[in-house]
């Protein structure tokens, strides 16, 4: 079964607008939240990470949300560019140093001029 | 600069050959994975190696087999192609420690077997 639940499958913004990916779990093991951020043709490349002790990151536009007592986790990035269109994908871990790394289904964002 | 390298980013097969994808890490990583990747499912961990010689099975083992004789390099093996085994393929590598949670992929391989 799924460990991480991931929505919406696809997303189109229009360019300035404001990107929200959100992610599902239920094992309260996991302590590790990454963000994985795919373009065309390329490897996953780790976009931002959290762990449950914060309930919110930023760097730059993209900003990681935790809700630890509804165990959900979401994506946002703020003044979403053409550039930032790829496939994001959100994981979870119990631990960082854990070898089981646990991704969601991914989400296709499309940022329209 | 970090770099994990897959030798073949598109092979075609038949049913019934052998394939072994080949990947090699220059940044000296005790764990190296391979990764399934196919549109609604994400990706599916299929092996890992945490040390030279020593693996682990992951969600998706049947059908595949590794192979670790050195530290920087990670081999996926298909005894048998079959069709169902066509998707991209992702090999990714990670240092040693409780904060290296990240995870450095090659750009992947896609493997059709026809």
């Known amino acids: 079964q799924q460990q991480v639940k991931q929505s919406p499958q696809s997303l189109i913004v229009q360019k300035g607008g404001i990107s929200i990916i959100n992610c599902a779990y239920e094992n309260t093991a996991f302590d590790y939240f990454p963000w994985y951020q795919q373009f065309p043709g390329k490897g996953p490349a780790l976009l931002i990470a959290?762990?449950?002790?914060?309930s919110e990151k930023k760097e730059g536009r993209f900003t990681i949300s935790f809700n630890k007592s509804a165990k959900q986790f979401s994506l946002h990035i703020m003044d979403s560019q053409p550039g930032d269109s790829a496939t994001y994908f959100c994981a979870a871990t119990p631990g960082a140093g854990a070898n089981n790394l646990f991704f969601g289904t991914g989400t296709r964002l499309t940022v329209i001029p | 600069d970090v770099k994990v390298t897959q030798s073949s980013r598109y092979l075609v097969k038949r049913t019934g050959e052998k394939v072994f994808l080949e990947c090699v890490q220059d940044m000296d990583h005790e764990n190296m994975f391979w990764y399934r990747q196919d549109p609604g499912l994400g990706l599916r961990l299929i092996y890992f190696s945490y040390d030279v010689k020593m693996k682990e099975k992951g969600d998706i083992p049947e059908g595949y087999s590794v192979s670790r004789e050195k530290k920087e390099r990670f081999s996926l093996i298909l005894e048998s192609a079959s069709t169902n085994q066509t998707s991209m393929y992702l090999c990714?590598?990670?240092?040693?420690?409780?904060?290296?949670?990240?995870?450095?992929f090659g750009e992947g391989s896609r493997l059709t077997v026809l």
């Open positions: 959290i762990r449950p002790d914060v």
């Open positions: 990714a590598s990670r240092g040693f420690g409780p904060w290296s949670g990240e995870l450095f």
